[in-house]
Nanobody, 123 residues
Framework: QVQLVESGGGLVQPGGSLRLSCAVVGVTLDYYAIGWFRQAPGKEREGVSCISSSDGATRYADSVKGRFAISRDNEKSIVYLQMNSLKYEDTAVYYC????????????????WGQGTQVTVSS
């Protein structure tokens, strides 16, 4: 059974940094593309970043380009999302998701989801 567990969320001031982790249990991470998504109150869940299973290709939403970085450690079965220069509008619950296939920024293409971790950017 595939399980994804996010961690690393918290309260941070604008301009600060956080690193989210997504631990993947029950499968060999090598074969799965991973996406990070977020959902703010009253808004739809949106794609933030994703990373392929094969060549490590990455994709970012325009709103986070240059500030966020996704990476994966297949040996540890963890995917990271380094978030720098955080803004108020980055406040949301962040989810990681996995799919056995090519990476995608669509919520509909992912089969497995974590429970989410709250990120709050506030002064």
């Amino acid at each position: 059974q595939v399980q994804l567990v996010e961690s690393g969320g918290g309260l941070v001031q604008p301009g600060g940094s956080l690193r989210l982790s997504c631990a993947v249990v029950g499968v060999t991470l090598d074969y799965y593309a991973i996406g990070w998504f977020r959902q703010a109150p009253g808004k739809e869940r949106e794609g933030v970043s994703c990373i392929s299973s094969s060549d490590g290709a990455t994709r970012y939403a325009d709103s986070v380009k240059g500030r966020f970085a996704i990476s994966r450690d297949n040996e540890k079965s963890i995917v990271y999302l380094q978030m720098n220069s955080l803004k108020y509008e980055d406040t949301a619950v962040y989810y990681c998701a996995a799919r056995d296939g090519y990476y995608s920024d669509s919520v509909y293409r992912y089969d497995y989801w974590g429970q989410g971790t709250q990120v709050t950017v506030s002064s």
